[in-house]
């Protein structure tokens, strides 16, 4: 990969929005900046003198976190922004919020909200590099990013692996950012769920629905275990957690009795003993917390990437 190669695009607002050739660049840099982190001194002076603010107006842990060492790895100088105990509860708007933030000199907003298109609202009205770090149930591109990343790791080239998502599709932002990574980088994606929570389009995406976990485990090469959204529920969408369990979460029994076994992913937070067992998040087969260390390598990627569209960095 060349070392002048650059983005297609000034703002990750979603994986949709990007070229395959894209997303090998992001993986590409990713790569270099894990080799970064892990070496005893794991500061670089790339983003010194970037100033990147970071807006969450929604609960995140991994996301939030992840963002800031990034941004601190890089050098950049970074400022955190939480709603909940903002001037946003006294009824400021979310472009005057940011215009505010931006009048300060940041060069960078990470934002992550419970609205499907904020990000890219937002890029339509402020001058600065936007990243999505998740807009309610449509995109969350760094997840993607981090969980191909992953599966490349144990697998090598995704073209023509198979990927299984299972749980709550409907609700998943990770689901939709992963199904359109995927397939970019030319993996087959199936779904697997209550028939409640797989959306009715999800055929035009060209995803095949595999409707027993057992048939949808055998079938993939990775798994990926999501939580199921109770906070974006409006209804029951299936009888209880006790069947949910029983027909969708993952255990060592379901695995044991398989050909071979997948990968297992699954963005966190876990609910433990739903989607799935402590015995397999905690097993050889998870590769749950190498995502979390990858998420960091992955978002000094794409920092670094759209910042050096703007500025001549080291
Ligand atoms: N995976 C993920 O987005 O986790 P957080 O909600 O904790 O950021």
Not at 194 to 217: C, F, K, M, N, W
Not at 224 to 229: F, K, P
């Amino acid at each position: 990969m060349p070392h002048s190669a650059k983005l297609s695009t000034r703002h990750l607002l979603g994986i949709k929005g990007l070229s395959p050739e894209d997303i090998h660049l992001i993986l590409h840099w990713t790569a270099q900046f894990k080799e970064v982190i892990n070496r005893p001194i794991k500061k670089v002076p790339s983003l010194r003198d970037i100033t990147i603010a970071n807006l969450f107006f929604e609960n995140s842990t991994r996301t939030r976190l992840s963002f800031e060492l990034a941004e601190k790895r890089l050098s950049a100088d970074v400022i955190n922004f939480a709603a909940s105990n903002s001037s946003v509860k006294k009824g400021e708007t979310l472009v005057d919020t940011v215009n505010n933030i931006l009048a300060m000199k940041v060069d960078m907003i990470v934002m992550r909200h419970a609205e499907p298109g904020a990000a890219e609202f937002l890029s339509k009205h402020v001058d600065a590099h936007i990243v999505n770090a998740g807009d309610g149930t449509h995109e969350h591109p760094t997840q993607a990013l981090l969980d191909a990343f992953s599966m490349s790791e144990k697998l090598g080239d995704l073209s023509g692996k198979r990927v299984v998502i299972v749980g709550d599709i409907t609700h998943s932002r990770v689901a939709l950012s992963n199904i359109y990574c995927l397939q970019k980088l030319g993996a087959e994606v199936a779904v697997c769920g209550p028939a409640t929570l797989i959306p009715r389009h999800i055929y035009s995406l060209g995803v095949q629905v595999i409707p027993r976990l057992e048939d949808a485990l055998e079938w993939a090469d990775v798994a990926n275990m999501l939580r199921v959204q109770h906070e974006r529920m409006d209804r029951a969408y299936f009888p209880s957690i006790r069947e949910y369990h029983m027909r969708y979460g993952v255990t060592m029994d379901k695995l044991r009795a398989l050909s071979s076994i997948p990968v297992i992913l699954h963005p966190g937070p876990i609910n433990r003993g739903v989607e799935i067992t402590s015995e397999v998040a905690d097993s050889e087969h998870a590769i749950i917390l190498d995502q979390v260390q990858n998420g960091v390598a992955v978002r000094m990627a794409v920092l670094y990437l759209l910042a050096s569209q703007g500025k001549n960095i080291a």
